[in-house]
């Protein structure tokens, strides 16, 4: 499964992004697609995940401010970003756990990380 990831850039405090990820390859279906992301001399964390039934969980650092949303005709997630902060800053990856055949074990895929700047 291949990712591709498009949205990052350099966003003053206070603005507005919008992630998108599109998922193409051998794929029957998609369980669980999410949105990671590594500040500098950090940890990689969870931002925001969503099911195939569209729950979802956020980290509680973006809640209320992010909204990830899903386009299962199109093996796509978006991550809106709203309310951006300094510590925002981060390169975000895409992640999905998919199966290419009914019968298959769930393999994770990441995409290549797209960076996001907050600043002034």
């Known amino acids: 499964v291949q990712l591709q990831a498009s949205g990052g850039g350099l966003v003053q405090p206070g603005g507005s992004l919008r992630l998108s990820c599109a998922a193409s390859?051998?794929?029957?279906?998609?369980?669980?697609m999410g949105w990671y992301r590594q500040a500098p001399g950090k940890q990689r964390e969870l931002v925001a995940v969503?099911?195939?039934?569209?729950?979802?969980n956020y980290a509680d650092s973006v809640k209320g401010r992010f909204t990830i949303s899903r386009d299962n005709a199109k093996n796509a997630v978006n991550l809106q970003m709203n309310s951006l902060k300094p510590e925002d800053t981060a390169v975000y990856y895409c992640?999905?756990?998919?199966?290419?055949?009914?019968?298959?074990?769930?393999?994770?895929?990441w995409g290549q990380g797209t960076l996001v700047t907050v600043s002034s």
């Open positions: 992640n999905v756990e998919s199966q290419s055949t009914w019968y298959s074990s769930p393999k994770d895929s």
């Open positions: 390859g051998s794929i029957f279906s998609i369980n669980f």
């Open positions: 969503i099911t195939s039934g569209g729950s979802t």
